[in-house]
């Protein structure tokens, strides 16, 4: 199952919630926008049927065995030149630590999604849906890639993207066996203990990260009540797990003992940071670019694009993709003796497929990017998508040409 606008829905009010005065009303939280631009206060009410977990709260990953407390939820920023707005959070990044700040950032084509779409309880609230997406993506973050950079205030907070890619993996991703689940639960009951919290609350946010329904985390729950938690403010959406003194102790106790050190074992390559489905131009030939010694072109600028073709189509930015492969084709011609690319299409002494894949990339990605660029408004539009903006393996074509020719010449073998 793919994600797609089907799974989205936008509340039947007005989107006002970045300006004047606004309630909640499944969250709760009381926000205010300010005057200044981009700055946002927020005081937090209470929780009904607790959608969204009531703060503070702990975030934790059983794999790194490290957490997390978010102790306050700053406001809804949108993020300026970008359609993206970032929900804002002071975090604790130790027991006892001190305030630091974080931003889970929103594209505009996730905005309205509903938890419903993940066998979810339906959210009537944007904002409530959007901090259970916020509290997962903090937890998925922890996982990934560990604690984030400490950002006290006067710093720009530390930033964690979820964008459509991010929402995809929530329906993709492996359900949680029940080792896994049990893991998961004592490591939060665990760590919101050492944060100095007298429970922890499963919701929503956690059956995300699990990808299980909250029917089958209850078991797990369930078959430890008593011996290892109590439980309190059962709903649809989740329940308090209050951990005993008495497991806590033990707990204590086994942590005291000497553990044996285990055997070594492989260790497995990690995968790539993002799938190979959302780079445009593929990191080896960045790096080959970026090692090119030159002396008749300065080849910073193409490494640029090269990158930010990356950012964009990761960002799903596609105007920007069509535009910035247009930049490409406009700034290369020279490397390859030609003033213009059309040039380098119709004349290269390259194969019979290079100059195929050029034709292509001057007559289709060039019309393209054109038709985006040059065409004014009109009564209706329809917006491009990856697939159509995705010339990727003709300009990694283009790049390893280049790179060819601009590489110093081995010798053949017995020259001196």
Known sequence: MRFDSTDAWVAGRPEAHLSGWRFDHDLVYLKRRSTTPFATSA??????????????MVIASPSRNIAIEVTAFDGAHAIENRDAVGYYFDVLLEPRGK?????????????????????????????????????????????????????????????IECFSPH????????????????DYLVSHVMWAWKYSKQSWHLGMSDMLRLNQPLAEVMRLVTLHEGDVWTLA??????????????????????????????????V???PESSPAEYVYVDDTRIADLRRLDSESYDLRKL????????????????????????AVLDHVPPVLGFRTFAEVANNHAGTRTFQDTMRRLDESARK?????????????????????????????????????????????????
């Open 268 to 270: 497995a390559v990690p």
């Open 43 to 56: 005081l937090h009410v209470r929780a009904t049927s607790r959608p969204v977990k009531t703060l503070p």
């Open 233 to 266: 403010d059962r709903s649809a959406t989740g329940v308090t797990l209050t951990p005993l003194p008495s497991y806590l102790r033990a707990q204590r106790v086994a942590k005291a003992r000497p553990v044996k050190a285990p055997e070594p074992e492989s």
């Open 303 to 326: 490494v640029a694009l090269c990158e930010e073709l990356n950012q964009c189509y990761r960002a799903q930015c596609y105007h920007a993709v069509a535009a910035l492969t247009r």
């Open 99 to 159: 305030r630091s700040r974080l931003a889970v950032m929103f594209s505009g084509t996730v905005m309205a999604v509903r938890p419903d779409a993940f066998g979810l309880p339906a959210v009537r609230d944007r904002d409530a849906a959007m901090l259970t997406f916020a509290e997962a993506a903090i937890g998925d973050s922890l996982d990934a890639d560990g604690l984030p950079a400490f950002t006290p205030s006067g710093v720009s907070a530390a930033k």
């Open 167 to 182: 929402f995809q993996s929530w329906r993709d991703r492996s359900s949680a066996s029940d080792d896994e689940m049990e």
């Open 368 to 416: 393209i990017a054109d038709g985006h660029l040059h065409t004014p408004m009109r009564r209706s539009e329809v917006l491009p998508t990856r697939v159509q903006v995705n010339f990727s393996n003709d300009v990694d074509v283009l790049l390893a040409e280049i790179i060819r020719l601009l590489q110093p010449k081995t010798p053949p073998a017995g020259n001196k």
